[in-house]
Nanobody
Framework: QVRLVESGGGLVQPGGSLRLSCAAS????????MGWYRQAPGKQRELVAR???????NYAGSAEGRFTISGDNAKNTVYLQMNSLSPEDTAVYYC????????????????WGQGTQVNVSS
């Protein structure tokens, strides 16, 4: 019912920058939050940053000051600007969306993108 399409991953040198994008489409009545998570090999998936429909944001400590999440409500799109990247940021980055399919609160669902690989290496 809802599709999340991510883009912007790739290989970057330490200290470099990348910008991830995620566009949601399908049966969306209202978006509640959109966010970015990441999963490194052998580790659990962890929150990187999240933004609410009203524009409130929260970041993981490792992302604070280096990453910036932003959103375009009209396009159901979320962005993650990542600066000062280090090898520790290497992971698959997943977009998530909490959204309502209708005016009913019970219609709240969470969806995930397929993931985009970010490699930080010299």
């Amino acid at each position: 019912q809802v599709r999340l399409v991510e883009s912007g991953g790739g290989l970057v040198q330490p200290g470099g920058s990348l910008r991830l994008s995620c566009a949601a489409s399908g049966s969306i009545y209202r978006m509640r939050t959109m966010g970015w998570y990441r999963q490194a090999p052998g580790k659990q998936r962890e929150l990187v940053a999240r933004i609410t429909n009203g524009g409130s944001t929260n970041y993981a400590g490792s992302a604070e000051g280096r990453f910036t999440i932003s959103g375009d409500n009209a396009k159901n799109t979320v962005y993650l600007q990542m600066n000062s990247l280090s090898p520790e940021d290497t992971a698959v980055y997943y977009c998530s969306a909490e959204l309502y399919h209708s005016i009913m609160s019970s219609s709240l669902r969470t969806y995930w993108g397929q993931g985009t690989q970010v490699n930080v290496s010299s």
